[in-house]
């Protein structure tokens, strides 16, 4: 998926780090663009919008198996309430999404036990424990390739081997694109590499979030530097993956941002690179299970069809000689002695 473009952008500026993540505010408090400085994304079959009504798409999902969507844990929550989502629809793979998109409802979302010390007041800080979210879909969605999620063991490897890492989103495209209703959006995509904690740990120790007063610190990291991509709202829930041959191997949701990336807060860079975290998705694997037996245990059962010409009636004409008699049924046959005319 990587362009002739991107990968000049990234021998020149990035040929010293490694691979992976990024980050993102389902609900920015500041006019955004998605994937600033992205690229038109090839559609991967995998990633998916994930559209609350009446807002929109508030969030991005990655289909792990054909009814379940990996995805930021506030991206299951209004942020002001804490409340779970209602009315959440996910939109289809291997398509530009328009109003007229198809969409498959959500039979049930499952978010770790410990989420919630999360909020937008400046008092609170961002505790990423729990910042993964899966969606199970009522009904199925065909897939091609495998997914798996991609173990601690090979997360290192692909540190330790400088690869770049994936991220599809289908956040704001415009700075005035609003939330209601449901505009037509593409995907975009960036790549970013892995950057090891002990490279970043200095910057994030000093690094203030959103709010642009308290820290945190989440599980890996990457690197975003001015001028190349940067996500935003409602990229949220986006993969980070490799592939390989036609498998995807997962390694975690888009989370949230630190301050000062120009596309989500609005403020100038604070350096010259930017360090980022999210959540990695084998830390949530008691999780994934719980909703993998879920699903197991409530089938789709495809609705039966019937044929509603079979259950409508009809008239037809029958004589016997000069007699002639009509028979109205919903399989109608003529008397005995009678023939149908």
């Not at 779970?84 to 328009?98: K, M, S």
Request: glycine letters at 8%; charged letters at 20%; hydrophobic letters at 35%.
């Amino acid at each position: 998926m990587r362009s002739s473009n991107y990968a000049l952008w990234v021998n020149k500026t990035l040929i010293s780090f490694l691979s992976i993540l990024s980050l993102s505010l389902a609900h920015s408090l500041n006019s955004a663009n998605a994937m600033e400085n992205g690229f038109d994304a090839p559609l991967d079959g995998r990633t998916v919008p994930i559209i609350v009504q009446p807002m929109g798409i508030v969030c991005t999902g990655f289909m792990y198996s054909e009814r379940i969507v990996f995805t930021a844990g506030h991206c299951l929550h209004n942020m002001q309430t804490k409340q779970r989502f209602e009315n959440v629809l996910i939109g289809a793979p291997n398509e530009v999404f328009t109003s007229n998109s198809k969409t498959s409802a959500v039979l049930r979302s499952f978010v770790a036990p410990n989420w919630g010390n999360f909020g937008w007041s400046d008092e609170i800080n961002f505790n990423p424990t729990g910042e993964f979210g899966i969606y199970v879909l009522k009904q199925p969605i065909k897939l091609s390739g495998k997914a798996e999620v991609a173990s601690l063991e090979k997360l290192n490897q692909l540190t330790a081997a400088k690869s770049m890492v994936t991220n599809v989103a289908y956040g704001k495209q415009t700075p005035n694109d609003s939330y209601s209703g449901l505009p037509s959006r593409s995907a975009k995509y960036a790549e970013f590499p892995i950057v090891p904690y002990e490279t970043a740990k200095s910057s994030i120790d000093g690094a203030l979030n959103w709010s642009g007063k308290k820290k945190y610190n989440m599980t890996f990291h990457v690197l975003q530097v001015p001028g190349g991509p940067s996500t935003c709202s409602s990229d949220s829930g986006s993969p980070f993956y490799v592939k390989e041959n036609d498998k995807f191997i997962y390694i975690g949701p888009l989370s949230n941002g630190l301050g000062g990336i120009p596309n989500c807060s609005g403020k100038p860079w604070e350096d010259s690179k930017m360090y980022m975290g999210a959540a990695a998705a084998y830390d949530y694997l008691d999780l994934i299970a719980e909703a993998e037996k879920f699903v197991a245990n409530n089938p789709y059962v495809e609705p039966k069809v019937t044929n509603s010409s079979l259950n409508k009636k009809s008239t037809i004409n029958c004589t016997k000689g000069k007699a002639t008699t009509k028979v109205r049924a919903i399989n109608p046959k003529c008397p005995v002695g009678y023939k149908k005319k």
